[in-house]
């Protein structure tokens, strides 16, 4: 079954991670892993544009089938390989729901917004960067609410999609002392044998960056 | 089941529409339906801050089950109520990996077209730029160029993700309908405009279709050059 899958990706990128989280929690390595340079431009390469004409990481394919969206491919390889590796969705309705509705938020915690040069404003950063932290101090109220996973009691899909954007705002110097609560799941899931074993191989022996740090 | 629900909602707006087709589909009629006005900016009022502390629309109960984001009430719906109304997840892997794919495709669609017709609302007076609408504009083109050549693949009749209705139309149609709202040419791009054609007619359309658009049935015209 792995041996039919391929993924394209490249370290860091919160979307390609998730898919590795995903392969990895249902019992899906052996897969075809191939990973790419953003910097030298890999991404825009013919390999990736022929399974995928954005242009775009994660690309997967198993057999026939493509899927080049992460939240996609998660839920996909959820529902194609239930009876394998770890149960992603929650059988509890209540805690269902919760993971539906904080795996969609997680859309406006991944926060990219590039703008090129000359369009920069001042004002446009200051109201992002106000943005964020109030986006931030939301999800530190839901780990004051819940836990120790984002939909309760079991680790679900919800932190296969949320769980690298959070790890990329600490790897960005989010303040532990700031959002205790976001450092204490962080701190919690990087453990998993999931994430560690597909932790950003860049990240593993060079310091993060401080941009954060002051939110 | 559908006497526990309530859902505050606001016309015109994609991402309420989603639900509203979802609910319809899934033959949920008869929830309670609270219409809410953006221009009177009761999206921010205490009844949806109770429900949604984002202050935004759809907000959606069943019960004590809360669930805010469009496309989490559509799959939260599609799990609960699986053996009941149209099934809107295929069980085929080919067909199930087409419909995600779409689906989320279907935000890039959905923000692509609102960086053009909400271009003012997202962006603050001293921050436009002509440079940048333009480039807006020709990233919209292009997504749109890229949804005929799927819909082009797929064959005439077909829905967005094959030969069925699915979960991509409930959550992509009200984009598209959008766009045509907003003066989008079904001579430029034939594809969409029969797929709009076709969709207007289902039933769970019909029935969830914008109040507002019904008494002015003329929409704008932003999107009929490009």
């Not at chain 1, 954007?165 to 453990?191: M, W």
């Not at chain 2, 953006?38 to 004590?64: A, C, T, W, Y």
């Amino acid at each position: 079954m792995a041996k039919d899958m391929t993924l394209l990706w490249g370290p860091g990128s919160p979307p390609c991670w998730r898919v590795m989280i995903a392969l990895e929690e249902k019992g899906l390595q052996g897969y075809n892993s191939k990973q790419l340079s953003f910097e030298k431009g890999e991404h825009k390469g013919k390999d990736v544009l022929a399974i995928n004409p954005r242009g775009q990481l994660p690309a997967f394919k198993h057999g026939n089938i493509t899927l080049n969206e992460s939240y996609g491919a998660c839920i996909y390889l959820e529902e194609q390989f239930k009876g394998q590796g770890n149960k992603l969705t929650p059988e509890n309705k209540a805690e269902l729901a919760l993971m539906y509705q904080r795996m969609f938020e997680g859309q406006s915690l991944f926060y990219d917004r590039f703008v090129p040069e000359g369009e920069r404003h001042d004002s446009a950063k200051q109201r992002f960067a106000g943005q964020l932290k109030d986006e931030i101090k939301l999800w530190e109220g839901y780990m004051q609410a819940t836990g120790p996973y984002l939909a309760g009691k079991s680790f679900s899909l919800a932190d296969v999609i949320v769980f690298p954007v959070i790890a990329f705002l600490f790897r960005f110097g989010l303040n532990e002392e700031h959002f205790p609560k976001l450092a204490a799941y962080h701190n919690t899931v990087k453990d998993r044998p999931s994430v560690k074993n597909t932790w950003p191989p860049n990240w593993k022996d060079t310091p993060g960056m401080d941009a954060l740090k002051n939110l | 089941m559908a006497q526990d629900m309530t859902l505050l909602w606001g016309s015109g707006s994609p991402p309420c529409w989603r639900v509203m087709i979802a609910l319809e589909e899934k033959k949920l009629q008869g929830y309670n339906s609270v219409l809410l006005s953006f221009d009177k900016m009761e999206h921010k009022s205490q009844q949806v801050l109770d429900i949604n502390p984002r202050g935004q629309v759809p907000s959606f109960k069943h019960g004590d089950i809360i669930v805010n984001e469009s496309y989490a009430a559509c799959f939260y719906l599609e799990s609960r109520f699986k053996s009941q109304g149209t099934k809107l997840i295929p069980d085929g892997p080919e067909e199930q990996a087409l419909m995600y794919q779409r689906m989320f495709e279907g935000l890039s669609l959905y923000d692509k077209l609102g960086a053009v017709i909400f271009y003012d609302y997202y962006v603050p007076e001293g921050e436009r730029l002509e440079s940048a609408l333009k480039r807006n504009k020709e990233t919209l083109v292009t997504e749109l160029k890229l949804w005929e050549g799927y819909l082009e693949k797929l064959g005439s009749g077909s829905y967005l993700a094959g030969k069925a209705f699915t979960m991509t139309d409930v959550v992509v149609f009200p984009t598209v309908a959008t766009a045509f709202r907003f003066g989008l040419s079904a001579e430029r791009y034939p594809k969409l405009g029969a797929y709009h054609a076709l969709m207007k007619e289902r039933p769970s359309i019909k029935a969830s279709w914008p109040p507002h658009w019904l008494e002015n049935p003329k929409g704008q015209d932003t999107l009929k050059d490009i």
